[in-house]
């Protein structure tokens, strides 16, 4: 097996708010190998941000709690300096975020934004070096004429290439671990599609590890190769990709799952999206923290389950519900689909 590249262990950050701590990742532990990709899933509030932002340090703050430990091959990087973590991040773990408008300064050329971004961690280029570098990295993710391209300012660009620009900055210092936080969300379809195809190129091509956060089952089925399903702050359920749509195992990932739009069937009348809100991480309910929502609650949720291997056939594969696997197996059909039943 190949060695992981990153491993989280045990990950918690709170905030200390004025209402309260909130306890926005809880216990999250993860590997991430060279070449794959780890997609993290769930709904708004879930704490996939916070989980990606806490292994680059980006959530450091005075009133942060972080426990845990964030092992980059071997080196720890909770209680890493500041000075060294800057350097970890864009030459080690890239990151790209939703809204590469708010990541591109508009005032400056995106080449030199690149430029900089190099040459702040190679005081050893010069700057036509850097900037040969930066024109190579527009081509690989796909700008027309980069050679002109790089002197536009990013309002010049299309939102699909100035998130291609933002992959290409990201990857100039050529990092072994890239985190893309919701990279297409922002962008329709078509480009959507063709910055998955990039990604998963990139990944190919350079054994680049990745963790891509989405809420969108649609992209993690593009390209993952394995699933975390967050909940409240917590890991629900993970496994392969064909672990996780073909055998899911926790309702909540049968939700999303449901209200996965499918093309190639009408949608059951009985499987809606999941009922309520995802509830408040202040006012957690007692034990399994999905029970406001599950139609198959019975008197064991009251207890947390852990994150278990429940299926002797797939150890890997890691859920917290207490449902057995044969009844899960039989619950999770909705009028012959995997979906979460709507509550009666
Ligand atoms: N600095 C902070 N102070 C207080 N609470 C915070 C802070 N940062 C995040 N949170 C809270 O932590 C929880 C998890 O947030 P996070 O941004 O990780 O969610 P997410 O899963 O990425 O959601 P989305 O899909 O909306 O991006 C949220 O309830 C959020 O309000
Ligand atoms: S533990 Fe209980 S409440 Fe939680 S998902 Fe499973 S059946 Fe539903
Ligand atoms: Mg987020």
Redesign the pocket.
């Known amino acids: 097996m190949t060695e992981p590249l990153l491993c989280v262990r045990d990950l918690r950050v709170g ?1 200390v ?1 004025e209402t309260g701590r ?1 306890q ?1 990742a809880d216990g999250v532990s993860f590997d991430v190998a060279p070449g794959e990709v780890l997609a993290i899933v ?10 990606a932002q806490t292994i680059i340090g980006l ?1 450091r ?1 005075p ?2 709690r972080i426990a845990g430990s964030v092992r980059l091959r071997g080196a720890e990087l909770i209680d890493a300096g500041d000075d060294e973590l800057r350097k970890v991040r864009g030459e080690q773990i890239g990151m790209v975020f939703q809204d590469p408008m708010t990541s591109f300064n508009p005032v400056y050329r995106v080449g030199r934004q690149i430029v900089e971004a190099v040459r702040a961690h190679r005081r050893d280029i010069g700057n036509s070096e850097a900037r040969e570098i930066a024109v190579e990295m527009l081509d690989s993710v796909g700008i027309p004429d980069p050679a002109q391209r790089i002197d536009d300012y990013p309002h010049e660009f299309s939102g699909g290439m100035r998130q291609r620009a933002m992959i290409a900055m990201a990857l100039a210092l050529e990092p072994e671990l890239l985190i893309a936080d ?1 990279p297409t969300t922002a962008l329709d379809v078509t480009v959507q599609a063709q910055i998955l195809a990039l990604l998963e190129r990139l990944n190919r091509e350079r054994g680049l590890a990745t963790i891509l ?1 989405t ?1 969108d089952l649609g992209v993690v089925a593009e390209v993952a190769d394995r699933v975390l399903v ?1 909940y409240a ?1 917590r890991v629900v359920e993970q496994g392969t990709l064909d672990e996780i749509f073909y055998d899911p195992q926790h309702p909540y990932t049968w939700g999303l799952l449901g209200s996965l739009t499918r093309i190639d069937r009408d949608r059951p009348e009985r499987l809606p999206q999941i009922s309520g809100a995802p509830p408040s ?1 202040q006012s957690l309910p007692q034990g399994c923290p999905f029970r406001p929502r599950c139609p198959h609650e019975f008197d064991r949720c009251p207890e947390l389950p852990g994150l278990d291997a429940r299926l002797a056939e797939a150890p890997a594969h890691l859920d917290r519900c207490w449902l057995e696997p044969e009844e899960k197996r039989e619950l999770r059909q909705v009028e012959g689909q995997i979906g979460l039943e709507a509550p009666k």
Do not use: Q, W, Y
Not at 42 to 51: D, I
């Open positions: 905030f708010t909130v926005a769930g709904e708004s509030g879930s704490g996939k941000s916070v989980t959530t703050s009133n942060s919701e956060i809420h967050m702050g991480l």
